[in-house]
């Protein structure tokens, strides 16, 4: 069955990769813009109205008709168009927008069918509530998607309410929502959860998982951990092996840059991380935030980083991303480790900068039966233009085939 696409010229938009290419190459789009670019080409048979694009993209939430000008003219730019030759995207004064490039050859839906007029793939919608811990902090989390539970543990710089927004998170939102009910939370000190607060304790935060395990009622699920809350969820998983029936872990370490310190130099490396944030957390062009983005996604082009400088600034503030740092450092799941029960699947970026492999080696010689699959990349977070992401999906449907109750 041929993948459904729509192509023209020299351009192709992939409704099922979610993905722009030019001469068979990834054409760098923020999620927003593939959506404008994925609806205009799918009903370009007729003129698609201001008020229709903003629903189809943005859904109940209200944005002005000054991002939909932006996000157009960024459409027009990936396409090689612009707002004087409107050769591929034509604005109708008073009406909206159509698409107009010639010669549209598509393996989707046919002219006629009742799906055509419909986005090719519609995106899921966030549905966010609160939970309050036994210490009285205030947890924000969000639900996505339909089937089967997906809980993923918090990380490090998320906002339930900006991520959609970000290139950073978008499409791991948008992807994994396709494959089953996602749920996400902020950690305390970040995001929608609230940043006055005392504990940023690893304990604490295994205990924030747990509290909202139990107010959703969850009696067994797969978990995901990312990052830091790989060791937050292996940390769970040990402790209560009756709730976890799969363990995911991304990016994951089992000991905090102090812990695994060896060597002067590394523990110099490790202070100097906690000290560049104090001083320059949340400043446009610090060198912490371009050295921090740099390590994160080494392979990112200077739009992605500067939109992970800003999720930065949003997430958290100075003195809380301070004490973050000083916690990740100190982290050691190196005894919980062994005491998992349920199949775990480790995924790493092959040549990372940030959280360098051999800590997914450690985890993998730790956890009995533990399986490991590396990836072609260098980033800490997997970006959508990448080929790792494809591979990385692929991975995750075969894990959820296995562990994901019915």
């Known amino acids: 069955m041929a993948t459904p696409a729509f192509r023209f010229g020299d351009f192709e938009v992939d409704v099922e990769q979610f993905q722009v290419r030019q001469a068979g190459a990834p054409v760098h789009v923020e999620p927003q813009v593939y959506d404008v670019i994925a609806h205009l080409v799918a009903n370009r048979h007729r003129v698609v109205t201001k008020e229709e694009m903003l629903d189809a993209v943005w859904g109940d939430r209200f944005v002005s008709e000054s991002t939909l000008s932006t996000r157009i003219n960024m ?3 990936a396409l090689g168009d612009d707002g004087r030759r409107q050769a591929v995207i034509k604005t109708v004064f008073g009406r909206g927008f159509q698409f107009v490039a010639e010669g549209v050859d598509d393996d989707g839906p046919d002219e006629d069918s009742p799906g055509a007029s419909q986005p090719p793939t519609p995106r899921t919608r966030d549905v966010i509530r609160f939970v309050e811990t ?16 997906l809980l993923k543990a918090a990380n490090w710089m998320t906002h339930l309410e900006f991520d959609r927004e970000s290139p950073i998170w978008r499409h791991w939102i948008d992807d994994l929502s396709t494959r089953c009910s996602l749920i996400r939370y902020d950690e305390r000190g970040c995001g929608l959860s609230d940043w006055d607060v005392d504990d940023f304790t690893f304990d604490t935060w295994v205990r924030d998982l747990h509290t909202l395990a139990d107010h ?7 978990l995901l951990g990312i990052s830091q809350g790989a060791a937050v969820a292996i940390a769970f998983a040990a402790q209560f092996p009756e709730r976890v029936s799969g363990l995911l872990l991304v990016g994951a370490y089992p000991r905090g840059r102090l812990v695994r310190a060896t060597t002067e130099d590394e523990l110099r ?20 935030m371009q050295v921090f983005a ?44 062994p005491k998992v029960e349920c199949p775990t ?40 233009d990448e080929p790792a992401w494809d591979r990385f999906l692929s991975v995750v449907d075969e894990f959820l085939a296995t562990v994901a109750p019915s």
Not at 216 to 222: A, C, N, S, V
Not at 269 to 288: H, K, M, N, T, Y
Not at 347 to 374: F, K, Q, T
């Open 216 to 222: 959703l009622e969850l009696e067994r699920f797969p």
């Open 269 to 288: 490396q490790a202070a100097l991380d906690v000290e560049l944030a104090r001083a320059g957390w949340g400043i446009p062009d610090s060198p912490f």
């Open 294 to 337: 740099s390590q994160f996604m080494p392979d990112a082009d200077r739009s992605q980083w500067n939109a992970f400088n800003d999720l930065q600034a949003k997430t958290t503030s100075p003195d809380n991303a301070v004490s973050f740092l000083e916690t990740f450092a100190h982290i050691d799941v190196t005894d919980f480790a």
């Open 134 to 149: 036994d210490d009285g902090a205030r947890l924000g989390y969000a639900t996505s998607g339909d089937g089967p539970v």
């Open 345 to 384: 699947l480790l995924v790493h970026s092959r040549d990372e900068l940030r959280v360098p492999a051999a800590n997914a080696w450690e985890i993998a010689s730790l956890i009995p039966d533990a399986e490991l699959v590396s990836l072609p990349s260098r980033n800490h977070i997997l970006q959508a």
């Open 75 to 77: 459409a027009r730019k």
